[in-house]
């Protein structure tokens, strides 16, 4: 009480105000606090691999300049050398094949089950958890059934189709130039289609009933309320979809790896596994690093794209 006593009406504001400044500042800066963790994480998984593959793929980095510490700037010779080669050149169409083909299918399967999950049928919940297992399960699981059911001997394929007579001798699925590539993209269509099916019903599930009865009203059939309702409120969910699917797929290396490895003859060499080849089996992590760097700018254009289509979806 002296001490109060003896304090200025200065000194006591003062001493009043410094409680309320803390909590106002606490106020201000405790939701980046929140975010520190998260932001640190981005920061040291995210961001510096990206900035430490790129400063790589303007490096000499092998092998001995890792043991030595010494690693000599040699600006574009990386891109020329990855660029040049004929395997680049081959693995960049073999991914581009391998993801439009992926997409296209599983797009319009998952509608299709989209379409049919939205009916109100009999142990639908059941169908839709069943198709949901081939999202759930690892994809090095997955991978490793597809390659024994597509074995050429003992693959229960050839067995089926060999039963009803399709083929009268064992397909090469797996080894097979021609064919083996096919198989890839049959099999990651078939990890694919839960992803879309479960976005595009939850789509569909977001369209009001109205409008479809109003139509009835009107008189438009089935293929008209599809045509006229259903795809254009659609479009904004089917861009995210698409946009996600493409930056997947482009990166898939565990199937393509567990079911061919590349081959045969590098048929199934897409580009996440010919920069693997080139960083850790010839042990060039400069050139390495120059195709996944090349891949994330490929990326990066088709995120712009699908911004801006975005975008003016959401202005028209």
């Not at 109003?214 to 995210?240: C, E, K, Q, W, Y």
Request: hydrophobic fraction near 55%; glycine fraction near 8%.
């Amino acid at each position: 009480m002296s001490t109060l006593a003896n304090t200025s009406p200065q000194e006591t504001k003062a001493m009043t105000q410094r409680p309320a400044r803390r909590r106002r500042i606490g106020k201000i800066l405790g939701p980046y606090f929140f975010l520190l963790p998260a932001s640190l994480f981005l920061l040291l998984f995210l961001v510096y691999p990206v900035v430490n593959m790129i400063i790589y793929s303007f490096e000499q980095v092998n092998v001995g300049s890792l043991l030595t510490g010494i690693t000599p700037f040699v600006g574009l010779d990386n891109y020329r050398t990855v660029i040049s080669d004929p395997s680049f050149r081959s693995s960049l169409v073999v991914s581009l094949i391998f993801t439009i083909a992926s997409l296209v299918f599983q797009y319009i399967l998952g509608f299709a089950m989209a379409l049919l999950f939205n009916r109100r049928i009999p142990l639908v919940g059941l169908m839709r958890g069943s198709v949901m297992i081939a999202w759930m399960l690892p994809v090095i699981v997955s991978a490793t059934i597809f390659k024994w059911m597509l074995q050429r001997d003992s693959g229960i394929v050839n067995y089926v189709l060999q039963s009803f007579h399709v083929i009268s001798t064992p397909i090469d699925w797996l080894t097979n130039p021609q064919l083996a590539l096919v198989a890839v993209i049959g099999a990651n269509i078939w990890i694919g289609i839960p992803f879309n099916m479960s976005l595009l019903l939850a789509g569909l599930q977001g369209i009001s009933g109205t409008l479809y009865e109003a139509a009835v009203v009107d008189g438009a059939n089935a293929m008209r309320r599809f045509l006229h309702i259903t795809l254009p409120l659609m479009r904004s969910t089917s861009l995210t979809i698409l946009m996600l699917g493409f930056i997947y797929t482009l990166n898939v290396f565990d199937l393509i790896y567990v079911l061919t490895g590349g081959g045969p003859v590098n048929a199934t060499e897409a580009m996440p596994l010919y920069a693997y080849r080139i960083a850790f089996g010839q042990f060039d992590l400069g050139s390495g690093a120059a195709v996944a760097t090349l891949m994330f700018l490929l990326l990066l254009g088709i995120s712009a794209i699908y911004l801006f289509l975005l975008r003016r979806e959401e202005v028209a």
